[in-house]
């Protein structure tokens, strides 16, 4: 395990570089609860349904611990949370749409969570000490994440019919982005290597690879022949695009504003 990183001797370029990495890592938490509430009705089952509502609480929980991370480097997470416009949100690119139907919404659980996953993985071992004690609850909750996506996902790429062709065209459409993510390789991403608060891109790329690789090969995919976006914001730290701006307004909480309480 690295040494404790002192938070009171950051700055500049790498004090950025470690706001960077938490608000991603916050605003991905954020909105995959957002994309999971939406099957909390409309389901395939009931018991899916409650699988996905518990979902949706993780993730929202998962989401408010990170925000609150902030408050190490002196940054109120509340205007954070709950004053950013769209462009300046930093989720990972497969959450920017709303998925249409419940195969994308099964490759989302299967294969975006767990680079989620990835990522908090290498964070929980790096050297900022507030991660190393609050991560690890979270992902022993992902664990129920994953068990569910990759039951879904061997399901759907079993099925005749269409299910497997769409669960091939998401997977093929989420995983560049997903890919540049896991390995984030930029100026930034090295800061925090340097740092010792993540570990180095190509073993978070090669995790990410390994964890779905048995997953993308049902519907045919060599993860190893997909490649990174290369279409990457520096300043967000992710594919370029943003979410839709009605789940931004919920993510933010604009409908509920008068009943926020902190």
Not at 133 to 140: C, E, F, G, I
Not at 145 to 154: E, F, K, T
């Amino acid at each position: 395990m690295s040494e404790t990183l002192d938070t009171s001797t950051l700055e500049g370029a790498n004090r950025d570089a470690l706001v960077r990495l938490i608000i991603s890592l916050a605003d991905s938490k954020r909105l995959m609860g957002i994309r999971y509430s939406d099957w909390t009705l409309g389901a395939p089952s009931i018991e899916t349904g409650v699988s996905t509502a518990s979902m949706t609480q993780d993730e929202w929980g998962h989401a408010r611990l990170l925000y609150a991370m902030l408050k190490q480097l002196g940054i109120d997470p509340s205007p954070v949370e709950h004053d950013r416009p769209g462009e300046e949100f930093a989720s990972l690119s497969a959450l920017d749409h709303e998925r249409g139907d419940w195969v994308g919404t099964v490759a989302l659980i299967a294969l975006a969570d767990e680079a989620l996953s990835t990522m908090l993985r290498s964070f929980a071992e790096g050297s900022f000490e507030v991660a190393r004690t609050r991560v690890p609850k979270m992902l022993a909750e992902e664990e129920f994440h994953a068990s569910l996506g990759a039951a879904w996902y061997r399901r759907l790429a079993a099925a005749e019919g269409e299910a497997a062709g769409l669960l091939r065209s998401a997977t093929e459409e989420m995983l560049p982005g997903l890919l540049a993510w896991a390995g984030a390789n930029d100026a930034a991403a090295r800061a925090m290597v340097d740092a010792g608060v993540i570990g180095p891109a190509e073993d978070r790329l090669s995790a990410f690879r390994d964890a779905v690789r048995d997953l993308v090969a049902l519907v045919g995919m060599d993860i190893n022949t997909v490649e990174p976006a290369t279409d990457w914001d520096e300043v967000r730290g992710r594919a370029s695009g943003r979410p839709d701006e009605e789940a931004c307004e919920r993510a933010r909480g604009d409908r509920n504003r008068a009943l926020l309480v902190e």
